[in-house]
């Protein structure tokens, strides 16, 4: 049993000033939360962007269509199948978040932690084990540390210098930060990617690779050194001749003086060249000997990048604004121009590369599209569908982790929302498409680190895969792309394992379960169900599904060694070979953080009474609506440089504030 302790937190004001950068290129992370929408956007909703209701239209069915019916016979054991991938966990996908937005998505600080935050991220950890999270961006490369802030802040952008019109705003931070991730990884099991400001290869500010290592220990995976590098000189964060070689030197220079500092205890820690794969490939910086040369201090390898971007509906200087309804049917096929498979084709030869020496390769940073994704699109049902085949698409192609990107509230396509500044107390937050495909792709792997997959696809509308675990067939993984609410382009997977085609024995189970991920139409926001259950619709979502889990059960055909698996248009069905592999990915208990909202004024109560009632079939009895008296919160000492422990902090809070347990299943 894992008991399980809150805070309850609250949200204080965090808004920040319009920051409108220039007509340069920029980048995904340049784009930051709580600016003023400036979109081109026609449509008559001028809010921001993460509530925008607009739904298009599903796309025409394809012409010719697909079959609806086919077979997939399939080796029972992994040691038969030629071309499956290196070994994956359930925590290949988890999220990159920018600097600048972690108040709004983590907290405010170490004792106002975002309590549905942590619920979501609970939702994967209890199935993966543990769940990854970059905290970074291009914010990165100014951050500096401060002693402290106003107003207890614990993070500042800091105006741009007018002389300078095109840098990014400097950012700074305190402490505070530490402790919130520290916290964080006290609640539930989340590892961190932090990155070192790289702004400055003459005078390297080194305090996230000290204060990150001392504070988080084991709990930060790696620091990933400089942000897209190959867009430096077309940003002019570097001279217009900047190359792959410079980047070299550089990355050579900040190896010393991290291992000439004697406050920083390890320097084997380091992800590069994370480049956009815009200016650069990935071999011109190999070709460099760049792995060769750092090998001994690199944890990985990474690269970023995005399928498309919106830029046009944001800058001026980006040509003609591109239509999402045009736009839409890019993203819903397994190989067609915006497709996870046309997208990192351009890494095959890298992920050969990186397994050759022994190196993880992972993307840093991805979405639907930079510049804040697509109206309609990012935030759709065929976004949990692109996300699905693209976390699949990545694994299958020894990827070993890609991260989706959160923005702030002005992007479409996070994968979860918190309420906008002021009404945070009155709100819970907005659950993102594409965090349904983080779910689906932490069961697709399940929790045992030893999940191997490969691409079975017949038809690009039907993306399908097989996945052995532990050495075994051990689950079947099947997307539908299509729209058709009458039925007809349904299809049906008829799947034998072994047989007489194979020269062994019928192998078929005498039955499979099966979990759907469904939403009326490819283009719905908030009506998705996985296994029956949702995590709610805007400003619904507490961090915990609702309703009750339905897992089908399809009888097989052991005589004729066939199991009928159905896939509704639209729709994705995990179907799990044997009851390990269901095991496996499921949550073995469900310890959710209890959530509610508090104002900011002292004894108002604000819990959002139909969220108590409808949070996963508990009412409000199985949770304590706590006191926030005054002095409950920040008022335990800490020492630098102590790694909280769950029951010091279980201890902490126990004695302040207040604390529920819900196990939801
Ligand atoms: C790097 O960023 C810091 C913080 O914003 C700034 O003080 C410093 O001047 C920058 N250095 C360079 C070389 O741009
Ligand atoms: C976690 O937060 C509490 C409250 O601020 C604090 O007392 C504790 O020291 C924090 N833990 C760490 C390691 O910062
Ligand atoms: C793969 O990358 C390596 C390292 O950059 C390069 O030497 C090799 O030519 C590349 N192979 C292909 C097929 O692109
Ligand atoms: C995605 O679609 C756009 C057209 O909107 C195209 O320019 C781009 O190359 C596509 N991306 C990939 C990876 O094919
Ligand atoms: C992934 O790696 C495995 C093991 O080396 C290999 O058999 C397989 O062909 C690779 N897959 C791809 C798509 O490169
Ligand atoms: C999976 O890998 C992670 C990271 O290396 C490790 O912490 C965890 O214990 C592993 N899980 C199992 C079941 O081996
Ligand atoms: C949600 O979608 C399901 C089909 O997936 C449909 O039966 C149900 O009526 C929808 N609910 C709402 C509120 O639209
Ligand atoms: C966290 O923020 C709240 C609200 O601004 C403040 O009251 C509290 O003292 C802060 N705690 C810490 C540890 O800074």
């Known amino acids: ?82 071309g499956l991938s290196i070994p994956q966990s359930g925590s290949f996908l988890g999220i990159s978040i920018e600097t600048s937005v972690i108040t709004q998505v983590l907290g405010i600080n170490s004792t106002y932690i975002q309590v549905p935050f942590l619920n979501l991220i609970q939702l994967i950890v209890e199935r993966a084990g543990r769940f990854q999270i970059r905290v970074g961006g291009n914010t990165q490369e100014t951050a500096r540390l401060t002693d402290s802030l106003a107003d207890h802040k614990m993070i500042e952008k800091q105006g741009i210098d007018p002389n300078n019109p095109t840098a990014t705003p400097a950012l700074v931070y305190t402490m505070e930060m530490f402790y919130v991730l520290a916290n964080i990884s006290a609640l539930t099991n989340v590892q961190w990617y932090l990155g070192i400001p790289f702004n400055d290869t003459a005078n390297f500010a080194l305090e996230i690779a000290q204060y990150g290592e001392q504070i988080l220990g084991d709990k930060l995976l790696g620091l990933q050194v400089s942000n897209e590098p190959d867009l430096y000189a077309r940003h002019k964060k570097r001279v217009d001749t900047y190359t792959q070689f410079d980047f070299f030197g550089e990355f050579g220079d900040l190896i010393k003086a991290m291992e000439a500092n004697p406050n920083i205890p390890l320097s084997n820690n380091l992800i590069g060249p994370n480049i956009a794969t815009g200016d650069w490939t990935p071999e011109m910086v190999w070709d460099t000997g760049f792995i060769d040369a750092y090998k001994n201090n690199l944890h990985a390898l990474a690269v970023e990048n995005y399928p498309d971007d919106n830029c046009a509906a944001i800058y001026t200087d980006f040509g003609p604004p591109k239509n999402p309804q045009d736009v839409f049917p890019l993203y819903l096929s397994h190989d067609g121009e915006n ?95 594409t965090f349904y495909s983080l779910i689906a792709v932490s069961e697709a792997f399940g929790s045992s680190n030893q999940s191997q997959i490969i691409d079975i696809t017949q038809n690009t509308y039907q993306p399908t895969y097989a996945i052995y675990d532990k050495g075994n067939l051990a689950r079947v993984a099947l997307l ?75 009888p097989c055909d052991q005589g004729n060694n066939v199991c009928n698996v159905k896939v509704p248009a639209p729709g994705f069905a995990l179907v799990f070979l044997n009851d390990d592999a269901l095991q496996d990915s499921s949550p073995t208990e469900t310890a959710t953080f209890a959530t509610t909202a508090v104002t900011r004024t002292m004894n108002t109560a604000t819990a959002d009474p139909a969220a108590l009632q409808t949070s996963n079939g508990h009412g409000g009895g199985d949770r304590l609506i706590g006191s926030t008296s005054k002095g409950s919160t920040g008022s335990a000492g800490r020492a630098a440089g102590v790694i909280p422990s769950v029951a010091a902090l279980v201890a902490f809070l126990a004695g302040v504030s207040v604390f529920s347990r819900a196990l939801t299943r």
């Open 480 to 554: 539908n792309f299509m729209t058709d609410p009458s039925g007809n382009n349904d299809y049906t997977v008829s799947i034998s394992v072994g047989g007489q085609n194979l020269g062994q024995a019928n192998a078929v189970p005498a039955s499979v379960r099966v979990k759907y991920m469904l939403a009326p139409s490819i283009s719905e926001l908030f009506n998705i169900t996985w296994a029956g259950q949702t995590l709610g619709g805007k400003f619904e979502c507490d961090g915990r599904f609702k309703g009750t889990e339905t897992i089908e059960t399809v």
């Open 1 to 82: 049993m894992v008991a399980t302790t809150f805070l309850l937190l609250l949200f204080a004001t965090y808004a920040k000033a319009v920051t409108v950068y220039s007509q340069q290129p920029l980048r995904e992370t340049q784009v930051l939360a709580g600016t003023a929408t400036n979109s081109a956007n026609p449509a008559a909703y001028t809010g921001y962007k993460a509530y925008d209701p607009t739904t298009l239209q599903p796309p025409a069915l394809p012409n010719p269509l697909p079959p609806t019916q086919f077979g997939i016979s399939l080796q029972p054991a992994a040691n038969q199948v030629t």
């Open 339 to 433: 497709a996870s498979k046309s997208m990192i084709r351009k890494y095959l030869n890298s992920t050969a590369v990186a397994q050759a020496a022994g190196k993880p390769l992972m993307l840093f940073e991805t979405n639907t599209a930079s510049c804040g994704g697509f109206m309609g699109i990012s935030n759709s049902f065929g976004a949990t569908l692109w996300g699905i085949d693209h976390g699949l698409q990545m694994a299958s192609s020894n990827f070993s982790g890609a991260l989706l990107h959160i923005g702030g509230q002005d992007v479409y396509y996070n994968p979860a929302t918190p309420p906008p500044t002021g009404q945070s107390t009155f709100n819970e937050w907005t659950i993102g498409s």
